[in-house]
């Protein structure tokens, strides 16, 4: 079995990008944690980001051709603005987990609303970096019964 974690925009910056926001963890950090969880259940993860819209989409359809059994997705700021996004995770149709590492509802208006959060298996959002973890746990278990 195979998960996927796609990380959209300035995801890249994580530990130096507004900390009181996003906290202090650096996304080498969270995709070292989701490695040895996949490891330790026996899953195959592959991590990705890009800054670019088309290069997510593109990765996605990717997924698709190998089988990817689960994805996990921080869209970053697409959250709010990609039907584009919403468009390739229902056409490949793998299930997916939306994680945001701030809650969004709790602050600006715009970010309120996500294009793909209705059609999610679930969406984490508010929970730091544990919420990468979180979401695995969930995708693992998933794919595992
Ligand atoms: C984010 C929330 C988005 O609104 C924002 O544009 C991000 C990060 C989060 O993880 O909290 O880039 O997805």
């Known amino acids: 079995p195979s998960i996927l974690v796609v990380q959209g925009p300035n995801l890249n910056l994580l530990g130096t990008r507004e900390p009181e926001v996003y906290g202090k963890t650096t996304l080498e950090d969270i995709h070292q944690k989701l490695g040895q969880l996949a490891n330790s259940h026996s899953v195959n993860l592959d991590t990705y980001q890009s800054n670019h819209e088309g290069e997510l989409i593109d990765r996605i359809q990717k997924a698709k051709q190998e089988s990817v059994d689960f994805i996990i997705i921080n869209p970053g700021a697409f959250t709010h603005t990609s039907v584009a996004l919403r468009d390739v995770l229902a056409g490949v149709a793998i299930p997916f ?20 959060s209705d059609i999610a298996t679930g969406v984490i959002c508010g929970l730091g970096a544990l919420g990468y973890e979180l979401a695995m746990t969930a995708a693992i278990a998933r794919i595992q019964k």
């Open 97 to 116: 987990i939306e994680v945001h590492l701030s809650n969004i509802h709790q602050r600006e208006e715009f970010r309120k609303h996500s294009y793909l």
